[in-house]
């Protein structure tokens, strides 16, 4: 007997009713998007390798799915590599394309290839999966959408306070109240590298100092002496891992931590403008903190960095983030094209919405009502309803065979149906239609336009 098929890990399928959610999700962000002027691209779901390696650290690249070429492609392999089983030099000359990693560098590379079409400042969204080669666990898998928003083309911080209300608005529409937008500066972490006299080891010490929330005080001093850094300079940034009070009071504290650095004065200045606009013009939901442990792992960040964390009753990572990156497209040739963007986590989103059960009852795949079949001739007067029906945007439809009243109220139970619509001999006679409700077995008469008028 065949062996039942699976899928790889890391992936999944959805129901109709897990796509109907996701949509939700999706049509939310996209219409908010729109509102706030961006426009949509899509890009290929497979970029040239030399596109995207190198571009995310060595972690990063180690994370991306690889590509083989095109038929036999050990012929082209370098013999001494194969011999060698050198499989980082190798993978060079069998595998010249690989799946996207995430959305940011192929949008890069789009500006620079369409340059001379495009009007700047250029604000684009794009909605489309990715691919990470990463192990997967709650929330996070090797599969999945990204929802992106940038800005490229343009310096200016009223894009980072726009970009704040985007975080705002958009979870203020799916419900989720108690979001907190933590909010930092690269420029800062540069400036705190400095003063401590760290500043050769500011990767070590940023992505050390990110993860404070997960192993501790202690274990960030633990590996930061790991990675060469001394317990003086660690003496001196002893105030971060206790930094309290409002966002007011933190920058003030920032001010006189950084007074002898001009990179980390900048930051401060940054942070200062962008809270203080975000504070006047004030959130619906979302909370705004300055988080000066927060890093985030990829290289190119240059100004703020965003990270979403969710409402504090649900046990999940961050649901968002993105950051100011002053020449994301220099790497492909084109100088001096600072950008801003955002990205929304559609899957964890997900999780964190269904928990919550904030989905909206509305949210269904199904139709809102079944058309009994009685035969060839019920049939047609059905169809000649259901037709007039779906042009008023109403989800309905006939079941297919002339069976058991019995079966067919059954299936539209399993499928979730609310309603039958019952239309025999009688009921054309009389030109009504009996309407039951399959949830509490209520049953009514109804003309057309009442009909109509039910199932709107």
């Known amino acids: 007997m065949a062996s039942k098929p699976s899928i790889p890990k890391g992936t999944r399928d959805f129901s109709p009713a897990e796509v109907a959610k996701r949509q939700y999700i999706i ?43 095109s038929g036999d492609y050990l012929s082209k392999a370098n013999a001494t590599h194969l011999e060698n089983k050198d499989s980082l030099k190798l993978t060079a000359s069998i595998s010249e394309k690989a799946l996207r990693y995430d959305l940011t560098v192929p949008f890069a590379r789009y500006v620079v290839q369409h ?3 495009i009007e700047f400042p250029f604000k ?67 400036g705190i590298a400095e003063v401590i006299g760290a500043s050769d080891k500011l990767i070590d010490f940023t992505v050390a ?91 190119y960040y240059t100004g703020a960095i965003f990270e979403i964390a969710p409402p504090k009753t ?23 094209m600072s950008g801003v963007g955002i990205s929304f986590g559609l899957d964890r989103i997900y999780l964190v919405v269904e928990e919550l059960g904030l989905f909206p009852d509305t949210v269904s795949a199904t139709s809102k009502a079944l058309f009994v079949n009685y035969g060839e001739t019920e049939a047609f007067v059905a169809m000649q309803t259901i037709q007039k029906l779906r042009a008023e945007g109403i989800k309905v439809e006939l079941y297919p065979d002339a069976v058991k009243m019995g079966k067919q109220l059954q299936y539209a139970d399993k499928r979730g149906i609310g309603y039958a619509v019952i239309l025999g001999a009688q ?3 009389s030109k009504t239609f009996a309407l039951k409700n399959l949830s509490t077995g209520e049953q009514v008469f109804l003309d057309y336009e009442g009909l109509k008028n039910h199932l709107l």
Not at 46 to 69: P, Q
Not at 214 to 223: A, F, M, S
Not at 314 to 336: A, Q
């Open 27 to 69: 049509q939310t962000i996209k219409s908010n998007f729109e509102k706030f002027g961006f426009q949509p691209i899509e890009t290929p779901s497979f970029e040239n390798s030399d596109t995207l390696m190198g571009k995310y650290g060595e972690e990063g690249d180690r994370l991306i799915f690889k590509i083989l070429n």
């Open 115 to 117: 340059q001379s079409e």
């Open 124 to 190: 684009r969204y794009q909605i489309q999966p990715v691919w990470r080669a990463d192990r997967p666990q709650k929330g996070r898998f090797r599969e999945f959408f990204q929802c992106d928003a940038d800005v490229v083309g343009s310096k200016s911080l009223w894009q980072e306070v726009e970009l704040v209300q985007l975080y705002d608005t958009v979870f203020t529409a799916l419900g989720l109240e108690g979001v907190t937008i933590k909010i930092n500066n690269r420029k800062i972490l540069s």
């Open 209 to 299: 100092l990110d993860k404070l929330d997960k192993i501790g005080e202690d274990g960030v001093k633990k590996e930061m002496i790991e990675k060469g850094i001394s317990e003086e300079a660690i003496a001196k940034v002893q105030p971060l891992f206790s930094f309290t009070g409002t966002i007011a009071e933190k920058i003030n504290q920032l001010s006189q931590l950084l007074s002898a650095s001009v990179e980390g004065m900048k930051g401060v200045e940054e942070l200062q403008f962008i809270c203080e606009k975000v504070t006047q013009l004030g959130l619906a939901t979302a909370q705004l903190d300055l988080d000066v442990t927060l890093a985030r792992g990829l290289n």
């Open 314 to 336: 649900v046990s999940m990572g961050s649901i968002g983030g993105g950051g100011r990156y002053d020449d994301l497209t220099g790497i492909f040739g084109l100088k001096n």
């Open 427 to 429: 009921e054309i006679e």
